[in-house]
């Protein structure tokens, strides 16, 4: 056969084949719709358009030099779409991602089109085909030769990565067929090997006999995609949901989820975790635990219940603690905190409530029921008369506080801002309006803010208030509500007073979290108090004040306004709590 029969033969191979290869890759996208099955469609559409390109060339001249160019920058970066893809990520799913991995091959393919077009060694002829390219400065050639190796090697390690990503998927799962590694490796690697051995090959047998081992091998490619497509199943089955479904698992939990190694530091930490520590995974990883979490790990006990600093604000956390054990060897451990705040509330609520019905409205009946039986002996007795008022008011109050109670508990912690100087005028009225001889004042900053629910605010400065004055035995009781702004994390709350001080069995319950029979405070004004702060994320100190009296202070997470940039490059700015 002349040597213009063998090339004739091959553009007709090339072609058919070329053809073939795209009518099995728009079948292919026909039928699998999913990202696995559109990238690999991608990547056959992109190998028989190479191919018919080369039928129409014969495999001479500059154009076929720059279809080589860009086949050998294009199918290593469909390849690797098609891994990534197939183990559960996409390439292309951020655009920083997407700049990072096509920079270098936008570097080759501006080189080598320059070196392709604008100097002798790369086409053939004795002289550059663009004159006007050719007559570029001498280094702009050095660049672009330097442009097309970095290109050129950087493909190569997308193939490798790309073939390494199939190979390992197809070696984990044992239902997969484990020639697919091998398969799905030729038709990524035969045009990047092809293009290798091509000059090797003309300088030795001639363009006749390299165009035929082209022909050959993208011959060989289409039978590959058709078994790969086919008998050996690899769009049948995809392994992407047992390589991510882990993270996705842990993403997807109510709890935070962090695990570190056996040196306490960071390993992986799920979106909950990000969100309440105000961190990224990033940012996370490396760092040590008490770093993130505030906690060291031997201060995480396993079972236990303990208070954790959050974003939100303070929450009462239930820890469960797991080793990671790996060929008998402790390699890290996995801690899932999980947020018991309200549980724990509400428990400590039915407590308070109980001993409230069982305790107070029976002593408070009894006294009742005694002044009520002098009155029925027909007795004129003022005195009975205006204790049963006073300790029916006293019931009145207690159900009226347990109603406030459950209000603020119903409502959802809020996120935005509360004007606190409107929350304290509101006290104040009240205060006044019941206490006509109580003088209260305020020190009130007038942009102060913080991201808590207003009926919860509002119920706990009041009950403190309240109870500054009810208990005050001074003759001029004095309140004075002042609030902090100056940090950038916090805002503290003071309510003081001239009073007695809050009696210590009173503090010891509260500290204590909860009440039995032989140790129980006297209402339900300081649990409001304690329970709205627990809500609201903050927490709550008592000092005395001088020269007399009471300081109770609260702190509550502040208002803070962050940007952040999104994938686009937009910025978006947010108001959330601070940590």
């Not at 030099?65 to 951020?94: D, E, R």
């Not at 590959?224 to 993403?251: K, M, W």
């Not at 490396?286 to 236990?304: K, Y």
């Amino acid at each position: 056969m002349s040597m213009f029969d063998i090339v004739t033969v091959s553009q007709v191979l090339l072609l058919a084949t070329g053809v073939a290869l795209i009518g099995l890759a728009f079948r292919t996208y026909r039928t699998h719709t999913k990202p696995v099955g559109v990238s690999f469609s991608v990547l056959i559409a992109l190998l028989g358009g190479t191919a018919v390109c080369l039928s129409v060339t014969a495999g001479i001249g500059t154009a076929n030099k720059l279809i080589w160019l860009v086949t050998n920058l294009s199918i290593p970066v469909a390849l690797l779409a098609f891994g990534l893809n197939y183990y559960g990520l996409s390439l292309f799913a951020f655009r920083t991602r997407i700049v990072a991995v096509l920079t270098p091959v936008l570097a080759g393919l501006i080189g080598g089109t320059l070196v392709i077009v604008g100097t002798p060694a790369k086409t053939p002829g004795a002289e550059a085909p663009f004159e006007a390219v050719a007559a570029l400065p001498g280094v702009v050639f050095s660049v672009a030769t330097t442009f097309d190796r970095i290109g050129l090697y950087y493909t190569a390690g997308l193939v490798i990565v790309a073939v390494g990503i199939v190979a390992l998927n197809v070696f984990r799962y044992e239902h997969l067929d484990t020639r697919l590694a091998t398969t799905v490796a030729f038709i990524g690697a035969w045009p990047w090997l092809g293009n290798a051995l091509v000059p090797d090959l003309t300088a030795l047998y001639g363009d006749a006999v390299s165009l035929a081992v082209l022909s050959g091998g993208y011959m060989t490619s289409a039978v590959v995609a058709g078994l790969v497509v086919g008998p050996f199943g690899l769009l049948d089955s995809s392994p992407a949901a047992g390589n991510v479904g882990s993270e996705r698992v842990l993403d997807s939990m109510s709890d935070a989820v962090l695990i570190t190694d056996d040196q306490g530091r960071i390993l992986r930490l799920n979106h909950l975790a990000c969100e309440w520590f105000d961190t990224t995974e990033s940012t996370a990883v490396g760092q040590p635990l008490s770093t993130v979490v505030g906690r060291s790990p031997d201060a995480l006990t396993d079972g236990e219940t303990t208070p954790v600093e959050t974003a939100a604000g303070v929450r009462q956390c239930s820890v469960t603690k797991s080793t990671v054990v790996a060929g008998n060897v402790e390699r890290g451990t996995v801690f899932v905190l999980r947020d018991v705040t309200q549980r724990q509330t509400r428990k400590q609520r039915l407590e308070v409530l109980n001993r409230v019905l069982r305790h107070n409205l029976r002593n408070e009946a009894n006294t009742i029921i005694a002044r009520a039986e002098i009155l029925k002996t027909g007795q004129q007795n003022s005195e009975a008369a205006a204790k049963i008022v006073e300790t029916t008011q006293e019931l009145v109050g207690v159900a009226e506080t347990a109603r406030d109670i459950e209000t603020m508990m119903e409502v959802d912690g809020a996120t935005d801002p509360v004007d606190i100087s409107r929350i304290v005028d509101d006290v104040v009225s009240q205060t006044t309006a019941d206490y006509p001889a109580a003088e209260v004042s305020t020190s009130v900053p007038s942009a102060a803010t913080a991201p808590v629910s207003p009926e919860a605010l509002e119920t706990v400065l009041f009950n403190l208030a309240d109870n500054a004055v009810e208990h005050n035995d001074s003759e001029q009781p004095l309140v004075v509500i002042s609030v902090d702004d100056s940090e950038t994390d916090t805002v503290r709350i003071a309510v003081s007073d001239n009073g007695p001080g809050i009696p210590d069995h009173e503090l010891a319950v509260l500290e204590a979290g909860g009440e039995d029979k032989l140790e129980h405070g006297s209402g339900l004004g300081l649990w409001a108090v304690n329970w709205g702060i627990t809500q609201m994320g903050g927490t709550f100190s008592v000092s005395d004040n001088e020269p007399r009296g009471t300081t109770v202070t609260v702190s509550l997470p502040a208002a803070t306004t962050t940007a952040s940039a999104t994938e686009d490059g937009t910025e978006t700015v947010a108001t959330t709590a601070a940590d």
